[in-house]
């Protein structure tokens, strides 16, 4: 006669706690991100960037970038960073939530006793670790080519604007997250952040701050202007008052986000939308 223990037989039947639920999914996750053709895409986008950025620096010597260490970094770091945290985000984030729905994978996984908060948490941990890695490699490359031409002495504003960078991916994930809880289509939760953050976010941006008059704090990019920001000889004034169309023209106020400032907006954006989404993922229903 086979006797069973039944301690034994309880810690089979145990179910594994928040963490470790939230530890395997976002293995799992990230394990299918580096197997996927995505990754691969965004890698081989950050490399071209970089390799165009490296010949036309070499070969046409542009003064904006060759003036000095803190110069090269602006010119080559403040632009391109916010633009690939953007794609990483889209990439990433984008179909993360609206997947488990459209490709049905969560009519397996979520009825079995796993909590929808550690797939979505483990999920996003997931997504920051994969552009984590890439945005590395960004830096890597960058202070490669910094050393090149100004050996090893690199301004400190350089790495406060990488923290600053990542702290930017936090919040980008977050937002991206939120919109693909909000819909079930990967293809309507890709294409809103996309034309969030490519187009519509700098557009209104724009127009509230030249048009209206009125410091567009409500906007997550506009937070953003410090990863570029810091990288001036001389922080940019809160406030710039210039005259615009001609001599005769208004009088026009240009807004730049101060760091604290900045840091508030992109933490709001992540604590809200982050929150937001798990929330409509924890009720939407699997029909």
Known sequence: MIRVNSTEVASKNQVPGSLTQVGVTMKYTFLDYLRSRRFFILLVIVLLISA????V???????????????????????????????????FGGDAISGEF???????????????????????LAALLASSMILVVFTAITLGNGAYYFGMSVPYQFGESVLLAWFYLVAVLGFTFFFSSLFKSTSYSILVTAVLF???FNLIETLVANLVQIEPWFILTYGAQIIGSVLSTEYPAHTTTVRGFGPNGPTLTLYNATIPEGLAIIAAYFIVTAALGLILFERKEFT
Do not use: M
């Open 52 to 55: 165009i950025l490296t010949i």
């Open 57 to 91: 620096v070499g070969y046409y010597r542009p003064a904006s970038f060759l003036t000095s260490g803190l110069s090269f970094y602006s010119s080559w770091w403040g632009t391109s960073a916010v633009f690939l945290v953007a794609l990483f985000g889209i990439f």
């Open 102 to 124: 459209q490709n049905r994978t969560g009519y397996f996984s979520l009825p079995h006793p796993i909590r929808r908060s550690s797939v979505y948490a483990g999920k996003w």
């Open 198 to 200: 490519l187009f519509a």
